[in-house]
């Protein structure tokens, strides 16, 4: 029988041949990732089990983005941990304002397609993009990788998501994976990985892909994956050879679950308060009444999220009364936005621009809202009370539609996706 | 191979943490004072019911919910010897693995045991109930050595040598 992709990097990681869907396996860490918010417990717990030193430093990154810059009394104190943690132990990456940490960890290329990362947030799931086994995981987890190198996994089983055919012109790949958790369920995936094949995803953009393996975790997946191409490697740096092409589900392997979709039947999707399954087609929810508009996040704040919203706003205005803040996931794409002209067509059209980090989707920072508010937000939760009160309402969208939106200060159908 | 026997309390699908541990109780100082309201959404009283030695036997999705981990350790500060459920959520599973409380999956024996039943369990092996027994998988050695120790905190501290593995009696 054949064998999945997490099957393919499970046996190569570990050596061993026949393990599957099921098997509690050690995997072999390549590459870890903590953010801000957690470093002061995993520091701690590091400590209290009796580690002297991490078992490999330079596979250890640390990046400050929840936090960036404090908004709260106390949040430098985490700076503080985190960087007598990096002086200690000789730690050799710690971004300190460089972006947010799913995008750094693709973009600055410490993720290669097969490795097996694991990070202290849900969202670690986002380097499924380039065909990497990434999970979130907890401190004291965590704690025992930074001192061991290794950590134990039950192979997920394997749900095959197959999409073909050419999405029409105002959808993008965050009405896909929208649409998708909006079918499988909140739960619908829990444990598992979601396996993504077809033409549509082939011709997808790495961005693209990483904004469907970012929200995996939404479904309660346990990890997204895409088979590495061409465009890929070009994203990574690397030539594409057999190691990373090979890493393709069979055809004969075994999945509890198969969707199809045909690429032509998507249309542009919201997840309405305050649940991510909650999908709703923008159409049906047109002429809804909004404060605010948010675009940016580990989910869409890449450069042609960015150029999308711009070409939705180009020689327009946002609406009186509505507050349009973008976010730049990196320092990198704040560059690249800036350099080809984005950020002024977005500022002239009346946007707030901000600093690259997580910014108002984990409700730290930078328009956070209050009861009775309506925000379209491009971010990957719509749960009570994150930007703000539990009465906030919250519609998660892709970027045209949120840029759409801003411009006619209610929910409307995006014309085209840039 | 380790074996125990105690008393079952049989509880249904999707037990999810806000039930084991609703958040308003979340920040009081120790997983003790918060035991007293474990289960407290679904049986007030049942916190205050169950025995040191005691085990849990439910349906799918046990522990689904948020990554908190204060739901593994408080099912444990309250006694219990194991939890046996058709399915386990993910994040739970490692928690409790982690924090030194026995999971085991099982299928069936949720429809073939009644609350209150005595049941015997071989670690590895099987469990015997009134009407039968059930074969159970094994979990690998590595999990066997971390719930043994109590915990990963312990486990890594026995490994780098600041323990010893025979401390709190256990084997």
Not at chain 2, 4 to 26: A, C
């Amino acid at each position: 029988m054949g064998a999945t992709v997490i099957e393919k990097i499970v046996r190569r990681n570990t050596g061993i041949a026949d393990a599957k869907a099921g098997d509690i396996v050690t995997v072999k860490v390549d590459r870890v990732m903590i953010h801000d918010i957690f470093i002061p417990f995993v520091a701690e717990k590091f400590e209290e089990m009796g580690f002297q030193t991490l078992w490999d430093p330079d596979k250890v990154v640390l990046i400050y983005d929840h936090l960036v810059p404090a908004s709260q009394i106390d949040d430098t104190r985490h700076f503080r941990i985190g960087n007598a943690f990096a002086r200690t132990y000789g730690l050799k990456h710690v971004h300190r304002s460089d972006g947010i940490c799913h995008q750094l960890m693709t973009e600055a290329g410490y993720v290669k397609p097969g490795d097996v990362v694991f990070g202290t947030d849900s969202h670690t799931t986002t380097y499924g993009c380039v065909g990497a086994f990434s999970s979130g995981i907890g401190y004291t987890e965590m704690a025992s990788i930074l001192g061991t190198g290794t950590m134990w996994i039950k192979v997920p089983e394997t749900i095959r998501v197959r999409i073909n055919g050419k999405l029409p012109p105002n959808v993008t790949s965050k009405d896909v994976i929208l649409t998708l958790i909006g079918d499988l369920g909140a739960d619908g995936a829990t444990y598992c990985a979601l396996e993504f094949s077809g033409d549509t995803v082939s011709q997808m953009s790495v961005a693209s892909r990483m904004t469907i393996a970012n929200m995996a975790i939404e479904a309660g997946a346990k990890c997204a994956l895409f088979t590495p191409d061409e465009k890929t490697a070009d994203y990574c740096g690397i030539t594409l050879t057999e190691k990373e092409t090979s890493l393709v589900g069979d055809e004969d392997a075994r999945c509890i679950r198969e969707l199809n979709y045909r690429a032509e039947d998507f249309v542009p999707v919201m997840a309405c308060p305050s649940q991510v399954d909650k999908v709703r087609p923008v159409a049906q929810l047109e002429g809804i009444p909004i404060d605010q508009v948010f675009i940016g996040s580990c989910t869409n704040g890449r450069l042609e999220d960015l150029q999308m919203a711009a070409a939705v706003l180009k020689g327009k205005k946002v609406a009186p009364f509505v507050k349009l803040i973008v976010t730049p996931a990196s320092r990198k794409i704040y560059e690249e936005a800036a350099a080809d002209n984005t950020l002024s067509i977005l500022a002239e059209a009346g946007a707030m621009i901000t600093h690259p980090g997580c910014g108002l989707c984990c409700g730290r920072t930078g328009g956070i809202l209050t009861d009775g508010e309506r925000v379209v937000a491009t971010n990957n939760r719509n749960f009570l009370g994150r930007m703000g009160t539990p009465k906030v309402e919250i519609y998660l969208a892709s970027p045209a539609a949120a840029a759409a939106c801003a411009v006619t200060g209610k929910i409307t159908v995006p014309e085209c996706a840039g | 191979m380790e074996q125990f026997t105690g008393k079952v309390w049989v509880l249904g699908d999707d037990i999810d943490t806000d039930i084991i541990i609703p958040t308003e109780y979340l920040a009081l100082k120790s997983v003790q004072e918060m035991a007293p309201y474990a289960f407290s959404p679904l049986r007030p009283k049942l916190a205050g019911q169950i025995k040191p030695g005691d085990m849990i036997v439910a349906g799918k999705n046990f522990g689904c919910g948020s990554s908190r981990e204060q739901a593994p350790e408080i099912i444990k500060a309250l006694g219990i010897r194991c939890v046996i459920a058709k399915s386990f959520a993910r994040i739970f599973f490692r928690n409790a693995i982690n924090n030194g409380l026995l999971l085991i999956e099982n299928e069936r024996l949720k429809d073939l045991v009644q609350e209150g039943d005595s049941i015997t369990v071989t670690v590895n092996e099987s469990i015997s109930y009134p009407g039968g027994r059930e074969k159970i998988a094994p979990l690998p050695d590595n999990l066997v050595e971390i719930i043994q120790a109590g915990g990963l905190v312990r486990a890594m501290r026995i490994r780098n040598g600041l323990e010893h593995p025979k401390k709190n009696g256990q084997k």
